[in-house]
């Protein structure tokens, strides 16, 4: 069964760092739009990052470009987003996606594959 698994999630104090991972079972991330979205209280997902597989290009919120880093290890089939100086307003649930393909409209486009999602916290 095709799967995606997040983790990594924790709580952190403002200024700190955090590392999640996103592993797909069931599938390869071969040719994949992977993305990382996140969905605080009362408020609507949005795009963190995402990245193509094939060509490898990675694609950055305004408010994650600096701080975040989207990347693939294809040896264990995992996408990362290291994600440092966070701040309070970083908290929120954080979710992977992957769709089969390139990256074209990331915020937007149909991703078949979404994980459970990881809690990330930060205190001020």
């Known amino acids: 069964q095709a799967q995606l698994v997040e983790s990594g999630g924790d709580s952190v104090q403002a200024g700190g760092s955090l590392k999640l991972s996103c592993g797909a079972s069931?599938?390869?991330?071969?040719?994949?739009?992977v993305g990382w979205f996140r969905q605080a209280p009362g408020k609507e997902r949005e795009g963190v990052a995402a990245?193509?597989?094939?060509?490898?290009?990675?694609y950055y919120a305004d408010y994650a470009k600096g701080r975040f880093t989207i990347s693939l290890d294809n040896t264990k089939n995992t996408v990362y987003l290291q994600m440092t100086n966070l701040q309070p307003e970083d908290t929120a649930m954080y979710y992977c996606?992957?769709?089969?393909?390139?990256?074209?409209?990331?915020?937007?486009?149909?991703?078949?594959?979404w994980g459970q999602g990881t809690q990330v916290t930060v205190a001020s």
């Open positions: 069931g599938y390869t991330f071969g040719w994949h739009c």
């Open positions: 990245i193509s597989t094939i060509p490898n290009s990675t």
């Open positions: 996606a992957s769709g089969t393909g390139r990256c074209y409209a990331w915020t937007g486009q149909s991703y078949k594959y």
